[in-house]
């Protein structure tokens, strides 16, 4: 069993940047993929980014390449997602997720743990 918990949300102006957070529970997280998705208000929850459980491969969606960044650190559960240059349709409900295979973040929105959400706000 996996729990997320995600923060660092909030509003910053057009060309900002923004770190969230994720914490993890449980004694396998170095053993399962993680990933972020969004959900903009009227839109369908979508695929940000996703790194392997060692952390040598990430993966994004090209609306985000080069601007935002996902690691992690195993010995302290956590993923983040760095995102530089935001721009207002960044403006999204940013989910953390994990699931065993990157292959399931990358390619569906049924991941095996969901986090909450957190808030984030790009203003024009």
């Known amino acids: 069993q996996v729990q997320l918990v995600e923060s660092g949300g909030g509003l910053v102006q057009a060309g900002g940047s923004l770190r969230v957070s994720c914490a993890a529970s449980?004694?396998?997280?170095?053993?399962?993929?993680m990933g972020w998705f969004r959900q903009a208000p009227g839109k369908e929850r979508e695929f940000v980014a996703a790194?392997?459980?060692?952390?040598?491969?990430?993966y994004y969606t090209d609306s985000v390449k080069g601007r935002f960044t996902i690691s992690r650190d195993n010995a302290k559960n956590t993923v983040l997602l760095q995102m530089n240059s935001l721009k207002p349709e960044d403006t999204a409900i940013y989910y953390c997720a994990a699931d065993p295979y990157t292959i399931v973040l990358r390619t569906t929105t049924t991941p095996d743990y969901w986090g909450q959400g957190t808030q984030v706000t790009v203003s024009s």
């Open positions: 790194i392997s459980w060692s952390g040598s491969n990430t």
């Open positions: 449980g004694r396998t997280f170095s053993s399962y993929a």
